[in-house]
């Protein structure tokens, strides 16, 4: 099972920017998911972004973000970058980096997209970074 550290996090402006880094101790050799989450509190956790690895290498964005995010890949540092763009203030929230690792739950949302952004696939999670959007 992999460990994740997220990082990147912090305070911005309404329409500033932020780059997280999500890096990842250890990579399965079959294909499984990587993802970005947030939780603001009273709220349920929200999928942002996911992406395939060593598999079809998809990447799946949620509407709410779609446009605004841009998640990227880095084999070499094996992390996973989500970069925050046009930030508003509803944007503030905890974010988390998650991995799917379980041929099971892998193999579902390989199958089924709209999988890939629900919090209950994955068995891995970081800590979270705080990111802070004032008006």
């Known amino acids: 099972q992999v460990q994740l550290v997220e990082s990147g996090g912090g305070s911005v402006q309404t329409g500033g920017s932020l780059r997280l880094s999500c890096v990842a101790a250890g990579s399965p050799k079959g294909s499984y998911y990587m993802g970005w989450f947030r939780q603001v509190p009273g709220t349920e956790r929200e999928g942002l972004a996911a992406?395939?690895?060593?598999?079809?290498?998809?990447?799946t964005y949620s509407n709410s973000v779609k446009g605004r995010f841009t998640v990227s890949r880095d084999n070499a540092k094996n992390s996973l970058d989500l970069e925050l763009n046009s930030l508003k203030p509803e944007d503030t929230g905890i974010y988390y980096c998650a991995a799917a690792t379980a041929p099971g739950p892998v193999g579902a949302m390989e199958v089924f997209p709209a999988q890939r952004l629900r919090g209950e696939k994955y068995d891995t999670w970081g800590q979270g970074t705080q990111v802070t959007v004032s008006s």
């Open positions: 992406v395939n690895i060593n598999g079809d290498g998809r990447t």
